[in-house]
């Protein structure tokens, strides 16, 4: 088992830390996204997506996508569980890290993809070029101030994500706010619980990862 | 247990399809998105993102977001699973169901959102407002025409989403397809893969839900 990687993408880290967190090691490939090395025919044969992450089993199979290959790991490394511990833990897991990836990574991806001259046609990850539309970064950035507050509000009286566990969504937002940094988004001063919550994170030794 | 619905709307309908796939019935409410009851206090108040799906427990707590209803339904109901029968069938049909979110229904309610009169400052679901972006809607309808053929190309060598495992990806396939039509977007005629999958996934009495 392998996994396809890009050390310096927000993407794949999400799964570096997933595993950090429960002491999994395999190994790793980098894949060069600022050479444009996803678009290359040799890794386009084993990603049509052109995308990172990718886990590839030993018999070849390819699993695509973050959440995708983080629950195939939790189902191989069943200890120390990150998408919850009962059925309403898992759903309530599910359901803040669905809103993490729509209101967290898109608008980031938004405002980056849409507004940086060297992804030019790259507003949207995968295999199909789209031009820029600069109003979608502009409305990304906005979206990113919304979802900060939306957070902070949310950590005024939780500790994590989903009460007092701490999960995949806690590690997918964590990712997003570092990943808001490309486009000079940071939390606002006065987000003092969101902030609280940042700190705490940070001070897992995953978050290296 | 109650499921707040809108019989009209693509994302609780993959809810309802699921539903009568494993042949679960529990009560169910309608919300009138067309009248804006989503945003009416006394919604707000049970889901504060203004959006159906949601499942509300009879202790009250409430579960957002199509794929945490559905899991957390599954894990109730366990038969007949919709969510993959191995670890490595569940990685991929995730990986499928996360594809079929991002390129199919964002796309569609891209298209859709960014153009009707009736939606001016509803460009995004959930409680922000955001002015819509024609070049969004136009990208949208190109990007339901990319996925047409991406799944085409997938059905010439697949019977269902993942191998020949029906499953809740192919429920948001069809659900898609359908939502597609309301920006005028159908099955091209020379699409014969995609046509076959979804004469034969229609036949089966759930997708009446």
């Given at each position: 088992?392998?996994?396809?990687?890009?050390?310096?993408?927000?993407?794949?880290?999400?799964?570096?830390?997933?595993?950090?967190?429960?002491?999994?090691?395999?190994?790793?490939?980098?894949?060069?996204?600022?050479s444009g090395e996803q678009f290359?025919?040799?890794?386009?044969?084993?990603?049509?997506?052109?995308?990172?992450?990718?886990?590839?089993?030993?018999?070849?199979?390819?699993?695509?996508?973050?959440?995708?290959?983080?629950r195939y790991l939790e189902e191989?490394?069943?200890?120390?569980?990150?998408?919850?511990?009962?059925?309403?833990?898992?759903?309530?897991?599910?359901?803040?890290?669905?809103?993490?990836?729509?209101?967290?990574?898109?608008?980031?991806?938004?405002?980056?993809?849409?507004?940086?001259?060297?992804?030019?046609?790259?507003?949207?990850?995968?295999?199909?070029?789209?031009?820029?539309?600069?109003?979608?970064?502009?409305?990304?950035?906005?979206?990113?101030?919304?979802?900060?507050?939306?957070?902070?509000?949310?950590?005024?009286?939780?500790?994590?994500?989903?009460?007092?566990?701490?999960?995949?969504?806690?590690?997918?937002?964590?990712?997003?706010?570092?990943?808001?940094?490309?486009?000079?988004?940071?939390?606002?001063?006065?987000h003092k619980n969101l902030a609280?919550?940042?700190?705490?994170?940070?001070?897992?030794?995953?978050?290296?990862?």
């Amino acid at each position: 088992m392998k996994l396809y990687d890009c050390a310096t993408a927000p993407s794949p880290r999400r799964v570096r830390v997933f595993m950090a967190e429960k002491g999994i090691e395999i190994e790793t490939l980098q894949v060069d996204l600022s050479s444009g090395e996803q678009f290359s025919e040799a890794y386009k044969a084993i990603n049509p997506l052109s995308e990172v992450p990718l886990l590839q089993l030993d018999d070849g199979t390819t699993i695509s996508q973050v959440n995708a290959i983080c629950r195939y790991l939790e189902e191989l490394y069943p200890e120390n569980p990150l998408h919850g511990r009962t059925p309403l833990e898992r759903a309530l897991v599910e359901s803040a890290n669905n809103q993490a990836m729509m209101n967290g990574f898109m608008a980031g991806a938004e405002a980056l993809r849409n507004s940086v001259p060297g992804m030019k046609n790259r507003a949207m990850p995968g295999p199909h070029n789209y031009p820029q539309i600069p109003a979608l970064a502009e409305r990304g950035l906005q979206r990113i101030d919304n979802y900060f507050s939306d957070l902070d509000a949310h950590f005024e009286s939780n500790q994590y994500m989903v009460n007092d566990y701490f999960s995949v969504a806690d590690i997918s937002i964590l990712v997003f706010i570092d990943f808001a940094k490309w486009v000079k988004k940071r939390i606002p001063e006065d987000h003092k619980n969101l902030a609280r919550w940042y700190a705490e994170v940070g001070q897992r030794p995953s978050v290296k990862a």
